[in-house]
Protein backbone atom coordinates (compact mmCIF):
# COMPACT_ATOMS: atom_id res chain seq x y z
CA UNK A 1 0.00 0.00 0.00
CA UNK A 2 1.14 3.37 -0.54
CA UNK A 3 2.51 5.88 2.14
CA UNK A 4 1.94 9.02 0.70
CA UNK A 5 0.66 11.64 3.28
CA UNK A 6 -0.89 14.88 3.04
CA UNK A 7 -1.59 17.69 5.50
CA UNK A 8 -3.95 19.32 6.26
CA UNK A 9 -6.67 17.59 5.02
CA UNK A 10 -9.11 20.48 4.81
CA UNK A 11 -8.58 23.64 5.03
CA UNK A 12 -10.47 27.09 5.26
CA UNK A 13 -8.92 30.28 5.19
CA UNK A 14 -9.52 33.79 4.09
CA UNK A 15 -8.57 35.84 0.99
CA UNK A 16 -4.83 37.40 0.64
CA UNK A 17 -3.30 34.67 2.98
CA UNK A 18 -0.21 32.49 2.36
CA UNK A 19 -0.67 28.51 2.50
CA UNK A 20 1.34 25.54 2.37
CA UNK A 21 0.02 22.20 1.44
CA UNK A 22 2.51 19.55 2.27
CA UNK A 23 3.08 16.76 0.73
CA UNK A 24 5.59 13.58 2.21
CA UNK A 25 6.32 10.14 0.85
CA UNK A 26 8.02 7.33 2.55
CA UNK A 27 8.65 5.04 -0.62
CA UNK A 28 11.58 6.99 -1.48
CA UNK A 29 9.89 7.63 -5.18
CA UNK A 30 12.09 10.23 -7.10
CA UNK A 31 9.34 11.44 -8.80
CA UNK A 32 6.01 13.76 -7.45
CA UNK A 33 3.69 15.37 -8.81
CA UNK A 34 0.54 17.95 -7.76
CA UNK A 35 -2.60 17.59 -9.75
CA UNK A 36 -5.69 19.92 -8.68
CA UNK A 37 -9.32 18.46 -8.86
CA UNK A 38 -12.62 20.12 -9.39
CA UNK A 39 -16.24 17.98 -9.20
CA UNK A 40 -16.82 16.38 -12.28
CA UNK A 41 -13.63 17.33 -13.81
CA UNK A 42 -10.70 15.82 -15.10
CA UNK A 43 -7.48 16.11 -12.82
CA UNK A 44 -5.03 18.35 -13.85
CA UNK A 45 -1.43 18.71 -13.09
CA UNK A 46 -0.20 21.58 -12.12
CA UNK A 47 3.36 20.77 -10.89
CA UNK A 48 5.94 17.85 -10.85
CA UNK A 49 9.55 16.83 -9.77
CA UNK A 50 11.44 14.66 -11.40
CA UNK A 51 14.24 14.52 -8.25
CA UNK A 52 15.82 16.81 -5.40
CA UNK A 53 16.03 20.39 -6.45
CA UNK A 54 13.94 19.34 -9.82
CA UNK A 55 10.50 21.25 -10.45
CA UNK A 56 8.50 21.75 -13.31
CA UNK A 57 5.04 23.35 -14.01
CA UNK A 58 2.26 20.82 -15.12
CA UNK A 59 -0.17 21.39 -17.85
CA UNK A 60 -2.45 23.56 -16.12
CA UNK A 61 -1.61 27.26 -15.35
CA UNK A 62 -1.51 28.17 -11.16
CA UNK A 63 -0.18 30.59 -9.13
CA UNK A 64 1.03 28.34 -6.13
CA UNK A 65 5.38 26.98 -6.04
CA UNK A 66 6.37 24.00 -4.97
CA UNK A 67 10.05 23.28 -3.77
CA UNK A 68 11.99 19.63 -3.46
CA UNK A 69 14.50 20.06 -1.22
CA UNK A 70 14.66 16.36 -0.01
CA UNK A 71 13.36 13.35 -1.82
CA UNK A 72 9.94 12.49 0.86
CA UNK A 73 8.92 16.20 0.76
CA UNK A 74 7.18 18.18 -2.19
CA UNK A 75 4.95 20.80 -0.35
CA UNK A 76 3.07 23.43 -2.02
CA UNK A 77 2.69 26.74 -1.44
CA UNK A 78 0.21 30.21 -2.02
CA UNK A 79 1.40 32.99 -1.35
CA UNK A 80 -1.86 34.97 -1.72
CA UNK A 81 -4.58 32.92 -1.97
CA UNK A 82 -8.13 33.77 -3.67
CA UNK A 83 -11.52 32.27 -3.86
CA UNK A 84 -10.24 31.08 -7.60
CA UNK A 85 -8.02 28.86 -5.55
CA UNK A 86 -10.97 27.03 -4.03
CA UNK A 87 -9.91 23.14 -4.80
CA UNK A 88 -9.16 19.72 -3.84
CA UNK A 89 -5.14 19.71 -4.82
CA UNK A 90 -3.99 16.08 -4.71
CA UNK A 91 -0.45 14.69 -4.47
CA UNK A 92 1.26 11.63 -5.40
CA UNK A 93 4.53 10.05 -6.42
CA UNK A 94 5.95 7.38 -8.53
CA UNK A 95 8.84 5.33 -8.68
CA UNK A 96 9.66 6.12 -12.22
CA UNK A 97 8.68 6.75 -15.64
CA UNK A 98 5.63 4.25 -16.69
CA UNK A 99 5.44 3.58 -12.95
CA UNK A 100 1.93 3.72 -11.79
CA UNK A 101 1.28 7.12 -9.54
CA UNK A 102 0.04 6.43 -6.13
CA UNK A 103 -1.72 9.55 -4.23
CA UNK A 104 -2.43 10.63 -0.98
CA UNK A 105 -6.01 11.63 0.27
CA UNK A 106 -5.94 15.43 -0.76
CA UNK A 107 -6.21 18.71 0.62
CA UNK A 108 -9.06 20.08 0.16
CA UNK A 109 -9.10 24.09 0.14
CA UNK A 110 -11.67 26.53 0.67
CA UNK A 111 -10.67 30.33 0.13
CA UNK A 112 -13.69 32.43 1.37
CA UNK B 1 -11.82 17.01 -29.03
CA UNK B 2 -10.77 15.71 -25.70
CA UNK B 3 -7.80 13.37 -25.92
CA UNK B 4 -9.94 10.97 -22.98
CA UNK B 5 -13.51 10.72 -22.99
CA UNK B 6 -15.27 9.16 -20.11
CA UNK B 7 -19.01 8.80 -19.44
CA UNK B 8 -19.40 10.15 -16.21
CA UNK B 9 -22.33 8.91 -15.52
CA UNK B 10 -23.95 8.51 -12.57
CA UNK B 11 -24.38 4.83 -12.94
CA UNK B 12 -26.29 3.09 -10.72
CA UNK B 13 -26.74 -0.78 -10.46
CA UNK B 14 -28.23 -3.23 -8.19
CA UNK B 15 -25.93 -5.72 -6.15
CA UNK B 16 -24.79 -8.45 -7.88
CA UNK B 17 -24.75 -7.20 -11.30
CA UNK B 18 -21.57 -6.96 -14.09
CA UNK B 19 -20.67 -3.29 -14.24
CA UNK B 20 -18.69 -2.08 -17.44
CA UNK B 21 -16.79 1.12 -17.41
CA UNK B 22 -15.58 2.64 -20.71
CA UNK B 23 -13.18 5.30 -21.98
CA UNK B 24 -12.63 6.26 -25.43
CA UNK B 25 -8.99 8.38 -26.55
CA UNK B 26 -7.96 10.04 -29.84
CA UNK B 27 -4.24 9.90 -29.21
CA UNK B 28 -2.71 6.62 -30.53
CA UNK B 29 0.73 7.46 -28.94
CA UNK B 30 -0.86 6.15 -25.70
CA UNK B 31 1.09 3.50 -24.16
CA UNK B 32 -0.02 2.59 -20.44
CA UNK B 33 -3.62 2.30 -19.74
CA UNK B 34 -4.83 2.67 -15.92
CA UNK B 35 -7.96 2.73 -14.00
CA UNK B 36 -8.28 4.10 -10.34
CA UNK B 37 -10.93 4.14 -7.95
CA UNK B 38 -11.70 7.38 -6.05
CA UNK B 39 -13.78 6.70 -2.74
CA UNK B 40 -15.42 9.66 -1.98
CA UNK B 41 -13.01 12.62 0.43
CA UNK B 42 -10.22 10.11 -0.35
CA UNK B 43 -7.26 10.24 -2.99
CA UNK B 44 -7.43 7.47 -6.18
CA UNK B 45 -5.71 4.39 -5.69
CA UNK B 46 -4.45 1.99 -8.58
CA UNK B 47 -6.81 -0.69 -9.67
CA UNK B 48 -5.37 -2.10 -12.94
CA UNK B 49 -2.57 -1.21 -14.74
CA UNK B 50 -1.95 -2.69 -18.45
CA UNK B 51 0.22 -1.96 -21.32
CA UNK B 52 -0.81 -4.24 -24.14
CA UNK B 53 -3.83 -5.17 -25.81
CA UNK B 54 -5.76 -7.86 -24.49
CA UNK B 55 -7.59 -8.65 -21.00
CA UNK B 56 -5.86 -8.43 -17.51
CA UNK B 57 -7.92 -9.95 -14.74
CA UNK B 58 -7.76 -9.17 -11.51
CA UNK B 59 -10.35 -10.98 -8.93
CA UNK B 60 -13.20 -9.51 -9.72
CA UNK B 61 -12.21 -7.15 -11.77
CA UNK B 62 -10.85 -7.36 -15.69
CA UNK B 63 -9.36 -4.52 -17.62
CA UNK B 64 -9.75 -4.88 -21.43
CA UNK B 65 -7.53 -2.68 -23.80
CA UNK B 66 -8.46 -2.43 -27.49
CA UNK B 67 -5.52 -0.38 -29.15
CA UNK B 68 -7.60 -0.50 -32.42
CA UNK B 69 -10.43 0.91 -31.84
CA UNK B 70 -9.16 3.37 -28.69
CA UNK B 71 -10.85 2.15 -26.19
CA UNK B 72 -10.73 0.68 -22.64
CA UNK B 73 -13.04 -1.12 -20.30
CA UNK B 74 -13.09 -1.79 -16.83
CA UNK B 75 -15.57 -4.53 -16.18
CA UNK B 76 -16.38 -5.81 -12.66
CA UNK B 77 -18.56 -8.71 -12.17
CA UNK B 78 -20.56 -9.33 -9.14
CA UNK B 79 -20.73 -6.03 -7.71
CA UNK B 80 -21.17 -4.80 -4.12
CA UNK B 81 -22.34 -1.63 -2.46
CA UNK B 82 -18.12 -1.70 -1.20
CA UNK B 83 -17.39 -0.73 -4.96
CA UNK B 84 -19.39 2.49 -5.11
CA UNK B 85 -16.77 5.12 -6.04
CA UNK B 86 -15.83 6.87 -9.24
CA UNK B 87 -14.02 5.37 -11.52
CA UNK B 88 -11.30 7.23 -13.52
CA UNK B 89 -9.62 6.04 -16.54
CA UNK B 90 -5.58 7.16 -17.39
CA UNK B 91 -3.73 6.83 -20.34
CA UNK B 92 -0.14 7.50 -20.53
CA UNK B 93 2.72 8.12 -22.53
CA UNK B 94 6.05 7.80 -21.94
CA UNK B 95 9.13 9.02 -24.62
CA UNK B 96 13.11 9.77 -23.83
CA UNK B 97 12.85 11.57 -20.26
CA UNK B 98 9.38 12.79 -20.10
CA UNK B 99 5.98 11.39 -20.11
CA UNK B 100 2.20 12.21 -20.46
CA UNK B 101 -0.61 11.21 -17.99
CA UNK B 102 -4.30 11.52 -19.09
CA UNK B 103 -7.30 11.23 -16.69
CA UNK B 104 -10.75 11.04 -17.50
CA UNK B 105 -12.99 12.64 -15.79
CA UNK B 106 -14.79 9.79 -13.79
CA UNK B 107 -16.96 7.66 -13.68
CA UNK B 108 -19.78 7.81 -10.40
CA UNK B 109 -20.94 4.29 -9.82
CA UNK B 110 -23.85 3.65 -7.01
CA UNK B 111 -23.98 -0.34 -6.27
CA UNK B 112 -27.46 -0.79 -4.23
CA UNK B 113 -27.93 -3.47 -2.30
Known amino acids: EADIYQTPRYLVIGTGKKITLECSQT?????MYWYQQDPGMELHLIHY???????EKGDLSSESTVSRIRTEHFPLTLESARPSHTSQYLC???????????FGNGTRLTVT | QKEVEQDPGPLSVPEGAIVSLNCTYS??????FMWYRQYSRKGPELLMYTYSSGNKEDGRFTAQVDKSSKYISLFIRDSQPSDSATYLC?????????????FGKGTKLTVNP
Open chain 1, 27 to 31: MGHDK
Open chain 2, 90 to 102: AMRITQGGSEKLV
Open chain 1, 92 to 102: ASSLGLGSPLH
Open chain 1, 49 to 55: SYGVNST
Open chain 2, 27 to 32: NSAFQY
